[in-house]
């Protein structure tokens, strides 16, 4: 009674596991490897710098958690993680709709695709710097244009980046306007992997414009839309440098927007304390996994019950 | 997978229109800030200070070009960021789609707790960086050198992020087709997988020339000789000198803008006539 065939079964399992184990390492070796020794080491380092009270030449004394303890009390950042959730919830939203709806019309490939897909990223191409340049110079609450032809409109004009309430918008209308264009580029090569015969077929079957988007293309486009939010999330709550340039360590603005990334940069840079700024860095980072990975985790439990769908 | 539309009279021309005013309005936010760079860059300082502002210079002032020109060795700067920007692109497009296709599609022990690790390097604020890359570059001897300022952009957890969506996103049945016609996890990669996920590739390629050539405080850390500096450090170096002369920074901008604008549109080009045959 030998079960000659189960044994056999389970021979091919094992080797199959094996072999696959080994692929799968093999694969992701040199890109983790990669990663380890250019984030995760340095990760661990400030981790470990976090835990003592060195100053900007490395120097420090043990002090445990005191550090952590410090970061609870410090009213600034505090306040700086309630301007850096009010960011992320004003921009990610926007980009996402307004990159989508831009996705939606480049992928129906209208006349001259090419060059409205290359102009659309020409926020994301230049440099932030510039970027933030321009826009300082666009919304100067004496020179700027946007000044300039509402007053000629006889319409209002707002100190747009040295007025506490506005000043928040304004970057955060900044930061969208920057990454809409890689947001609709990378939905759009989502779209252009759903094939066409599902939309074809759901036309045959009489569905309107609004019922294939809803069924065909956002569940089918849900892995590129996820990945998009995740991104634009993570990147609008380390923004830092249109903070930076476009407001200012001057500016009566600067405590309603600057963010914890902005703070992270003094301490880190501008006080030189580096134990602290670790510990901050090393909070951001569990804080931001924190609220990540049951997402992910959720997700990918998701995918692996559904296969494709 | 290109297929034709069927032509039906009337309404597509419609729709057609209203698609392109809603793209044209969408670009006019886009490009317009930039049209008024391009404007400024032209004027005079008293022009572009004027109140309410003008909206063309009286005559283009190409003397702030020759200024920018003059001041920096735009050339090398251009030839340094282009090797730096194509070599990461390369390096990441090989070893994220290599990564994110493992991760999607091999079931090996670990995978998900790894994959998550390779997450929290997203999260990882880029201050805390700089400092250990300057230290590992400088311990490799590569301070000041093109291969030590391309090295912390070679790998990428947003790229294997990605990839790995992208991969997530085909459908089983043909990759189960290649496996059950007996090709490894190489071959059903390399032979299937792949093709599959070509807009991706390209998004990702085109995404980290971009980012490459952005880069600001890496280059200005890692890098003190002017003919090793990219494009961004001399841009920099720029806004130090002349920091209130602003049609000349403008000026500074557009041209740095100017060659991967132009880059792009013409890969764009190139696609579309390829793709039309």
């Known amino acids: 009674m030998s079960t000659a065939p189960e044994a056999r079964r389970s021979g091919v399992a094992l080797r199959r596991g094996l072999r696959d184990a080994l692929w799968g390492y093999a694969m992701i070796a040199p890109l983790c490897l990669g990663l380890a020794a250019l984030y995760l080491g340095p990760a661990l380092a400030a981790a470990a710098t976090s835990l003592g009270d060195a100053g900007r030449f490395g120097e420090g004394v043990w002090v445990g958690l005191a550090n952590y303890r410090a970061l609870l009390a410090d009213v600034e950042l505090l306040r700086a993680i309630a301007n850096t959730a009010r960011f992320v919830a004003l921009t990610v939203p926007v980009s996402l709709v307004w990159g989508l709806a831009t996705a939606l019309l480049l992928h129906s490939r209208p006349r001259g695709v090419a060059v409205y897909r290359a102009l659309y990223l020409l926020p994301a191409l230049t440099m932030p710097a510039a970027s933030a340049l321009i826009w300082r110079w666009l919304l100067n609450g004496d020179y700027g244009l946007l000044n300039g032809v509402l007053g000629v409109l006889g319409l209002p004009t707002l100190r747009y980046l040295t007025d506490a309430e506005v000043a928040p918008y304004a970057i955060a209308a900044v930061a969208t306007w920057s990454i809409v264009g890689p947001t609709a580029l990378v939905l759009e090569s989502g779209l252009r992997r759903i094939p066409r015969h599902y939309y074809e077929a759901a036309r045959l079957d009489g569905a309107s414009a609004l019922a294939r988007l809803r069924h065909i293309t956002l569940p089918l486009l849900a892995p590129t839309l996820f990945f998009a939010a995740v991104v634009t999330t993570l990147l609008a709550a380390q923004t830092f440098d249109l903070v930076l340039i476009m407001v200012g360590p001057t500016n009566p603005a600067l405590a309603s927007t600057q963010t914890v990334l902005y703070r992270l940069y003094v301490e880190a840079i501008v006080l030189g304390r580096s134990g602290y700024a670790a510990a901050m860095g090393t909070a951001f980072i569990a804080m931001t996994m924190g609220l990540l990975a049951p997402l992910l985790w959720r997700y990918s439990r998701r995918e692996f019950q559904h296969g494709h769908e | ?277």
């Not at chain 2, 992208?166 to 792949?194: C, K």
């Open chain 2, 1 to 277: 997978m290109a297929t034709s539309k069927p032509r039906r009279p009337g309404r597509p021309e419609r729709t057609a229109l209203v698609r392109h005013i809603a793209l044209a309005s969408g670009l006019l936010v886009m490009v317009g800030p930039f049209a008024w760079m391009l404007l400024t860059s032209l004027k005079t300082l008293g022009e572009a200070l004027q109140v309410p502002p003008t909206l063309l210079p009286a005559t283009p002032q190409w003397s702030n070009y020759a200024a920018v020109l003059d001041a920096l060795p735009f050339a090398q700067l251009y030839a340094n960021t282009t090797i730096v920007a194509g070599v990461r692109a390369a390096v990441q497009v090989a070893l994220c789609s290599l990564a994110g296709y493992a991760f999607a599609r091999i079931p090996f022990p670990g995978r998900d707790a790894l994959f998550l690790l390779v997450l929290a390097a997203l999260a990882i604020p880029a201050p805390l960086l700089t400092l250990p890359h300057y230290q590992l570059v400088g311990r490799l001897g590569w301070l000041n050198s093109l291969h030590g300022l391309a090295l912390p952009g070679l790998f990428s957890a947003f790229g294997t992020f990605w990839l790995r969506q992208s991969f997530l996103a085909i459908p089983n049945d043909l990759p189960e087709a290649a496996e059950l016609d007996g090709a490894n996890h190489w071959q059903t990669y390399r032979h299937v997988m792949l093709p599959l996920v070509g807009p991706s590739l390209v998004g990702l390629a085109v995404i980290t020339v971009v980012w490459s050539w952005n880069e600001l405080l890496w280059p200005l850390v890692v890098n003190s000789s002017p003919d090793r500096m990219t494009l961004a450090a001399g841009l920099a170096s720029l806004q130090g000198q002349h920091a209130t002369n602003i049609p000349l920074l403008m000026a500074g901008v557009v041209l740095a803008v100017l060659p991967p604008l132009t880059l792009f549109v013409l890969g764009q080009a190139v696609l579309a006539c390829r793709q039309k045959q």
